[in-house]
C-alpha cells in the first residue's frame, strides 16, 4: 500500500536541471522533487509520495488530513 503525505513548501532550488523543494510535514522538513507541480510556490501545500510532488491542495484540505493521520496515530499507540 502507497501513502502520500501533505506538506508545505518551505523552499525551492534548482538541482541538476530539476524543480526542487524542501517540504515540511509537520516538523519533518524533506527534499522532494516538484517537477510535477511546475506552478508551485512557497507557502503552497503538496502531496508527496516517494520523494515526488503530485499535486497541490489547499490548506484547509492539508490540516484534515494532518489531523486524520495524528489520530491514527493516537489510536495505534493506544492499542
Known sequence: MCLAVPGKVI??????????????????????CLEYVPEIQIGQY???????????????????TLEIFDGLAAAAADD
Do not use: P, Q
Open 11 to 32: 523552499s525551492i532550488y534548482e538541482e541538476g536541471g530539476m524543480k526542487m523543494g524542501r517540504v515540511d510535514f509537520g516538523g519533518t522538513v524533506k527534499t522532494a
Open 46 to 64: 503538496t502531496i508527496v509520495h516517494a520523494g515526488f510532488a503530485l499535486s497541490i491542495i489547499n490548506e484547509e484540505e492539508a490540516i484534515k
